[in-house]
């Protein structure tokens, strides 16, 4: 979501996957990377997009967060695309006075 929306541009063609265990698996030639986040985030669906095809997708909001909350110094090329208000509504499910400062602080600076 994160490069579709155009926040991040480098090119990755793994698909990352949410979850609660860490692990990377490779089918059919596609790189699936599974990456562990808190149970209490994991099964909150606020900022989750359910597709018709029954695949939930994070919005470009939530993905931020999780990828700044798993990746501390994770540089970002463009935040413009980003809802802040739905960022400032979701950054309490994360229960992250860390995550909180790094968000203010990086919002602040765009």
């Known amino acids: 979501m994160l490069q579709k929306t155009g926040i991040v541009f480098q090119y990755d063609s793994r698909i990352t996957v949410i ?22 985030v994991l099964i909150d669906t606020t ?3 359910r597709q018709t095809n029954q695949i939930n ?10 990828l700044f909350h ?12 980003l809802n802040k208000k739905l960022i ?4 309490p499910l994360y229960h992250s006075k860390t995550l909180s400062f790094r968000v203010n602080k990086l919002l602040s600076n765009d």
């Open 70 to 81: 798993l990746e501390k110094d994770y540089y970002f090329d463009n935040l413009n695309p």
């Open 47 to 49: 900022g989750i997009i």
């Open 88 to 91: 400032y509504k979701l950054l």
């Open 57 to 66: 997708i994070a919005s470009a909001e939530r993905a931020f967060l999780d």
């Open 19 to 40: 979850s609660y265990l860490s692990r990377a698996i490779n089918v059919e030639n596609r790189t699936y990377v599974f990456r562990k986040i808190k149970e209490n």
